[in-house]
């Protein structure tokens, strides 16, 4: 983590939509026209996550008790024979087109890398139930982590935040609410609301769009005390780099990387940079 920025250029560049988190306001769907991007869609109640890569004795879904329903999670763990990564967990905090079912590629490709993976829905997403809103995501994503220690894990247990888009939002929740969260890794993150706001022309605002929220990574960002590793593709049209991740980078503490991938958007982050160059760098930032 001694870097504190890298560039790197697209060793492939299939196409893939990786699914992003959700505002829980059709507002932002107007983004979508720039370069099909989408902040924001529709989260099928009936969909759930498939890992068919993982032995079923090894998969564990669970609930978390919310005001206003139950969120549903998943648990992947390794084989408990697998010790090398000293039982790194990293809790994916998926994006808003979509739910957790959506990003099983994410979830693969972290499990194949050594770690435990939990997938997890928001309130509204997939089959949670419940209203969406920064003060309750703050109450959920706590309760998340207690659940986690209480019931599969341990006190010891080192845990990742992994945010994707919007979903750093609730990796920065967790990483700033919970003093044991071990690292953060943010792929194409947002700096806030208001950033989101500004950087992006074609987006009709609202009054309401926001829930009254300000998704303040920003100030979250300052506070921060764990090794953070940034992803982001600088042909990015809906969270453009320099007004979302490289901002973040930019307040946040050592030790921190940001790795800027070339000819990546916002949703292709990973599979233009290449899938054995993202677990490298993974296994590198996490294994430190």
């Not at 921060?224 to 973040?248: F, K, T, Y």
Request: glycine fraction near 8%.
């Amino acid at each position: 983590m001694d870097s504190p920025a890298t560039n790197i250029r697209a060793v492939s560049s299939p196409t893939k939509h990786w699914r992003i988190f959700l505002f829980s306001v059709a507002a932002l769907v107007g983004i979508a026209c720039q370069r099909h991007e989408p902040i924001v869609g529709p989260s099928p109640s009936n969909k759930v996550l498939v890992t068919p890569y993982v032995d079923d004795s090894l998969r564990h879904e669970f609930t978390v008790e919310s005001l206003d329903g139950l969120l549903h999670g998943v648990v992947v763990r390794q084989p408990d024979t697998i010790e090398a990564t000293g039982r790194i967990v990293v809790v994916l905090h998926h994006g808003g087109q979509g739910s957790m079912a959506d990003y099983h590629d994410h979830v693969e490709l972290l499990y194949d890398a050594g770690f435990d993976v939990v997938a997890w829905d928001y309130r509204g997403t997939g089959r949670s139930t419940g209203k969406l809103t920064e003060t309750v995501l703050t109450v959920d994503v706590h309760n998340l982590i207690t659940v986690l220690r209480r019931d599969h894990y341990t006190d010891d247990t080192r845990f990742v935040a992994y945010g994707i888009s919007v979903g750093s939002v609730a990796a920065l929740l967790q990483a700033t609410t919970d003093s044991t969260t071990w690292g953060v890794i943010l792929e194409s993150p947002i700096a806030s609301a208001d950033h989101l706001i500004q950087s992006s022309s074609t987006l009709d605002v609202v009054a309401e769009w926001r829930n009254g929220g300000t998704y303040d990574n920003v100030t979250r960002i300052r506070q921060l005390r764990s090794p953070l590793l940034i992803l982001a593709g600088n042909a990015d049209r809906a969270a453009p780099l320099r007004d979302h991740a490289s901002v973040l980078h930019q307040e946040a503490a050592l030790p921190k990387m940001l790795v800027t991938v070339s000819g990546a958007g916002h949703t292709d982050v990973i599979s233009t940079l290449g899938r054995d160059v993202f677990i490298d760098m993974l296994l590198a930032h996490l294994r430190r």
